[in-house]
């Protein structure tokens, strides 16, 4: 059956033999008085051919009703399917082995053995199983975990790993086509690029299996496929699919054989970044009947659009299904003359989608807001299909009751654990989501959306989840479990139990286990802060009380910049907190950015110089940061809860980007007069390969904004903006945002060039340095959203940092060293956050209070 398709053409044979065969039909009915379709097939006397045609029909039938799931033997098998072979035994002694069984609750002490791909015993492992591993003569790696953690492989929900790869380069841009809107047989393991260098970090990080998702440039942009990020010896991408779908390489598969889940992706609010875009109509590529006359038109599209573009592609395979059901309701009644010469109805093109209507299909859906949800959910109920997942969902936790009437049941949440407000549907976004959603039943996942999170720090944003209010139990299973039971899957990954994964050890360089707390982090209380978050709709009023004095009691900690001590009088109960300087925080364009993919909320960029005309008018004037900020912000009052006092920003822009400023965060939702620290403090400019301009180019305009040498036109019209010698001069940082290390030495030489032709000293700091290490760049710089996260980025550096940074540089690194790098020279207010239940770098803590001298006020958070 499998090959050539005999459905397509009705042999003559049978034709012929059609009078004798109604004649056998009617004889066997006066013989039987209850005659079952099936025997009535067997007793007539049809050609073998025919009765092979009949055969595979009954058999799609059957396959049409199956639903995916564990085979019935599956628990019973002795070898992983992904076994590689001559992997030997692995024995994991001295563990902490947390199971994700019993609700997640499930800790043992003890050993863990893995042979042949699958997880053979957990706990104890009985001297017979070694016993009999010796007979086998395999050999045996132990690894001994000396008392550290071991815990299922984490499991990413929603990656574009392979697809949007690193490095990102032209050629490796396969997350989305930009075809149509509606593209059910698109596939991302055609793009999946098995070099990207983002296996290895994952792994690094203790991800082991990730969906790999089509982008949400389409309404349906695609089918989805489970990996795992070993390397196979195949080196191919099929070779590191879990339980692939047969029909990953099989039209005519064997319908005998028990479906796996397929797993779609569906973009239900608008299409991402494509707000306009080339397309007929959603289902140009197949449907006559919905081609426009004129394809090269460019519609825009709305979320109304969306809507029928969704009810369009189901009304067609509802169809097609349809058919499907009347053909088989047919062959199974006998009425196989009605079936004369007619085909099982199929289209390669829509199969995926009517798998959708099945059941067979877990599909990933991105949406947002309470508008987006209610679309999907009402989809489900017109067309009866369930949904697994409803991703990013920023206003799931504001709907619950609405989820709950998905088809199918309550669909699975994934979410970013604090990446909000880069969008306006995401404006609402709460980092106490996944605790609402668990209070009221529903599964929640910690998702990466690799590469917009770094997959590797996945753990990380389950812990931030942690952090705020989601139980510590169920912060684990939403990066092990309930991932792998959203796609289906649970009965493979994201559990330890006898029976699983490929057991074949990934990181070889661990030189040593770090022995687990066994119990969980004591997280602060954020009950009050998570009912305001609901009640204002998601939008909680983010204004700091501010308050005459404050004592602080039971407090284990002061540090400070420099001598001195503040403070008076309302009582704060610290818990054992300590008082740390306030945070500074540089890269994130705090003030000049609200939303990022808002303009109307943005400062624009500032234009490249290099890349044309600059308006006549500018008079060859530098921008300068201070004068594009705004007010009243919620990353800054956020950022400033969350004990940054102090934020630097620079205009942004290619090439000559302007002069930074420095203010206090907290300084929004008053008058303004103290709200600036430092007006000036460096003159940035950008050098980059991937500007508009050659790199070259970039260092020849440097040098002559330096030297005031060169009669190139461009040069001479460049060099009308650089008013800011002075400022050099002046002895002004100039800093430059640059990632390459050899464009680093470069500049290094120009420096040396600069200080012995003008005998002065050119101060010059480098920020991004990717390729430098510079610590400084790799904390500080961030998305607008995540300023307020500070802290836990510094304690991360400092906890991988195997003991090199110690806790005072790393409180340096981000307040004095920071400032000192670019160019603040004058002594900082000695501004304080005070730390409830723990030190500043800790989940236990919670900012309750910044003392802040540069706005003479105290403000209290609680
Ligand atoms: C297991 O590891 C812990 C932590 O290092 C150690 O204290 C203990 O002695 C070890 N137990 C065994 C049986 O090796
Ligand atoms: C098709 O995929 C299956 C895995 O589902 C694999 O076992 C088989 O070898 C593949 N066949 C071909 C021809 O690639
Ligand atoms: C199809 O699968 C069934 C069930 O596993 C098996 O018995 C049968 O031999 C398979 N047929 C072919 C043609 O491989
Ligand atoms: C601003 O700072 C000055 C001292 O530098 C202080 O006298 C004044 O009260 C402050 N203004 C406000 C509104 O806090
Ligand atoms: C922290 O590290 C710095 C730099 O290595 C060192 O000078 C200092 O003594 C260390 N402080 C403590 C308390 O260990």
Redesign the pocket.
Request: no cysteine.
């Given at each position: 059956m499998m090959g050539s398709s005999p459905l397509a053409t009705c042999p003559i044979s049978w034709r012929l033999a059609r009078p004798f065969l109604l004649l056998t039909a009617v004889l066997v009915l006066l013989i039987l008085v209850q005659s079952s379709p099936l025997i009535s097939f067997a007793l007539s006397h049809s050609s073998p051919h025919e009765l092979a045609r009949r055969s595979q029909i009954l058999t799609k039938r059957a396959y049409t009703r199956a639903k995916p799931g564990p085979l019935p033997r599956f628990h019973a098998r002795t070898q992983s399917d992904r076994y590689a072979e001559n992997t030997k035994p692995v024995l994991v002694r001295n563990a902490t082995i947390w199971t994700a069984a019993d609700g997640g609750n499930e800790v043992l002490t003890g050993n863990l053995l893995m042979h042949h791909g699958l997880i053979k015993d957990v706990g104890d492992v009985p001297l017979s199983r070694l016993q009999e591993l010796e007979l086998e003569n395999m050999g045996l790696e132990v690894v001994d975990a000396d008392g550290a953690w071991v815990t299922p492989g984490i499991v990413d929900l929603h990656s574009h790993i392979g697809v949007g790869s690193v490095p990102n380069l032209n050629g490796a841009h396969d997350t989305n086509s930009h075809n149509a809107l509606i593209l059910p047989w698109l596939r991302s393991i055609d793009g999946l690029n098995t070099h990207d260098a983002s296996y290895q970090l994952a792994m690094a990080g203790g991800v082991t299996t990730a969906q790999i998702l089509p982008g949400s440039a389409n309404n349906i942009g695609g089918q989805a496929f489970i990996m795992k990020f070993r390397p196979t010896a195949e080196r191919s991408p099929s070779s590191m699919l879990l339980e692939p779908p047969y029909t990953l390489n099989g039209t005519h598969f064997n319908h005998s054989l028990a479906p796996r889940w397929r797993h779609m992706k569906y973009v239900i609010s608008l299409p991402q970044s494509f707000a306009f875009i080339f397309y007929s109509s959603p289902l140009h590529l197949t449907q006559q009947t919905y081609v426009r006359e004129n394809p090269s038109v460019r519609y825009g599209i709305t979320r109304l659009d969306s809507g029928w573009n969704f009810r369009a592609a189901y009304d067609h395979a509802r169809k097609f299904r349809d058919a499907q059901d009347a053909f088989c309701t047919k062959a199974e009644s006998g009425s196989w003359d009605d079936l004369a010469g007619k085909s099982f109805p199929e289209d390669l093109q829509w199969e995926s989608l009517i798998d959708v209507l099945r059941g067979r299909v877990k599909l990933a859906v991105h949406c947002y807001e309470a508008v987006d949800l209610d679309e999907i959910v009402r989809l489900t109920n017109e067309f009866e299909f369930p949904a697994a997942s409803f991703h990013h969902a920023g206003e799931a936790y504001l709907v619950p009751e609405l989820l709950k009437k998905t088809w199918g049941g309550t669909p699975t949440i994934p979410l970013f654990a604090s990446n909000f407000r880069q969008k306006r549907e995401a404006y609402r976004g709460s980092e106490f989501a996944p605790r609402v959603l668990s209070e009221h039943g529903v599964n929640v996942v910690i998702k990466s959306d690799h590469p917009v999170v770094n997959s590797r720090y996945l753990l990380h944003e389950a812990a931030q989840a942690h952090y705020c209010g989601l139980d510590s139990a169920l912060a684990l299973l939403s990066v092990t479990y309930a991932p792998a039971t959203a796609i289906g899957m649970g009965h493979m990954i994201g559990m330890l139990k006898s029976v699983y994964i490929d057991g074949i050890p990934q990181l070889s360089q661990i030189d040593h286990y770090v022995p687990g707390k066994t119990t969980p982090p004591r997280m602060p209380n954020f009950d009050a802060e998570k009912a305001a978050t609901v009640a204002y709709e998601g939008f909680p009023p983010p204004e700091p009380r501010s308050v005459k004095r404050v004592l602080f009691m039971d407090v284990s900690g002061l540090y400070m910049r420099s001598g001195g001590s503040k403070g008076n009088v309302e009582i704060v109960d610290l818990e054992g907190g300590t008082i740390a300087p306030g945070l500074t925080s540089f890269g994130a364009p705090l003030r000049l950015v609200e939303i990022n993919h808002e303009p109307s909320t943005n400062d624009g960029r500032v234009r490249d110089p290099l890349d044309g005309d600059l308006p006549p008018v500018l008079g060859g004037k530098v921008m300068r940061a201070q004068d594009g900020l705004m007010f009243g912000s919620r990353n800054l009052l956020l950022a400033y809860r969350g004990g940054v006092t102090t934020a630097i920003t620079a205009p942004s822009g290619a090439f000559l980007q302007g002069i930074s400023t420095a203010f206090s965060p907290g300084a929004a939702h008053v008058r303004v007069e103290n709200a600036s620290i430092l007006d000036d403090v460096a003159l940035h400019v950008a050098v980059s390969m991937k500007a508009s301009a050659s790199v070259s180019t970039q260092i020849a305009a440097l040098r002559n904004m330096l030297f005031g040498e060169g009669e190139d036109k461009v040069l001479r019209r460049v060099r009308k903006v650089c008013a800011f010698l002075p400022f050099l001069l002046g002895e002004t940082t100039l800093v430059v945002d640059v990632e390459n290390a050899d464009i680093m030495a470069t500049l290094l030489r120009l420096k040396d060039e600069f200080e012995s032709h003008s005998g002065r000293r050119l101060r010059l700091t480098f920020s991004g340095g990717t390729e430098a290490h510079l610590l400084v760049h790799e904390i500080a710089k961030a998305g607008e959203y995540n300023a307020r996260n500070m802290r836990f980025e510094v304690g991360w550096s400092f906890l991988t940092s195997n003991g090199a940074i110690?806790?005072?540089?790393a409180l340096a690194l981000t307040t004095i060293n920071l400032e000192r790098a670019l160019g603040v020279q004058r002594e900082m207010p000695q501004d304080l956050v005070a730390y409830r239940g723990g030190d500043v770098f800790e989940f236990e803590a919670k900012v309750v209070d910044v003392i802040s001298e540069t706005l003479r006020r105290t403000d209290l958070f609680v």
């Open positions: 110690n806790h005072t540089m």
